[in-house]
């Protein structure tokens, strides 16, 4: 199997469904919005925020009114300079785990040939070039050996690591791992989260 092109950007979609379509063809930290929840989700925009102001964001919504509606959204709170919009066109249809068209009758980025998004990606210069230094991830393995996963106490470590960073408290456990490679060095991970296990010992 081909290796998957790797992003430079994160990238904010929609939902859970087009997180798992381009999740299949990139390798990329892809945020959902969940729909309208990010409207209240005052630490889901905070974290968009900190990712845009560090390496920019790309924006890949469906092209009916709610998917502008939302990018209006995060372009009232992240800089022009700092967001790349991305557009798919606008195809009759719809997505085959769904029994009916939706409201205006398109098909949303999970129904789009993944060609066309792989090229709507290149074409918005999102693709890292081979020379860009690969920041070391902060791995699985990792959450187990700073006590993130797997032992007691772990939930509760991993809470207090998520509050410490401002990060969303519905941000899963299998998504963490590259919110933290985005955010923090390997080393100022651990450290951090022998500082917090510390304090939780105590």
């Known amino acids: 199997m081909p290796e998957k092109p790797r992003l430079a950007t994160p990238l904010i979609v929609e939902g859970k469904y087009d997180k798992i ?21 005052t630490r889901m925009r905070e974290l968009i ?13 469906d092209s009916d009114s709610a998917g502008f509606v939302i990018r ?3 372009a009232g709170i992240v ?5 790349i919009n991305l557009y798919i066109p606008d195809l009759a ?3 085959k785990r769904k029994q009916s068209h939706s409201k205006e009758g398109k098909l949303g980025v999970e129904g789009m040939d993944s060609r066309l998004l792989l ?6 210069g999102l693709f890292e070039s081979g020379d860009l230094p690969a920041r070391e ?35 899963s456990a299998p998504a963490l791992p590259a919110v933290l490679t985005r955010l ?17 010992s105590e």
């Open 72 to 74: 209006r959204h995060l």
């Open 119 to 124: 090229d709507t990606m290149k074409k918005a």
């Open 184 to 200: 923090l060095g390997r080393e100022e991970f651990f450290e951090l989260c022998k500082k917090l296990s510390k304090q939780y």
């Open 49 to 61: 925020r900190r990712l845009a102001a560090q390496t920019g964001i790309a924006v890949l919504t």
């Open 93 to 95: 249809g719809k997505e």
């Open 21 to 41: 379509k381009l999740e299949s063809i990139v390798d990329a930290l892809i945020i959902p919005t969940d729909g309208f929840r990010i409207f209240k989700d």
């Open 79 to 83: 800089p022009p300079g700092q967001i």
């Open 137 to 171: 991830p902060i791995t699985k393995a990792d959450m187990y050996d700073a006590g993130l996963s797997g032992g007691d106490g772990s939930r509760t470590l991993r809470a207090a690591l998520i509050n410490e960073l401002g990060l969303p408290a519905r941000l």
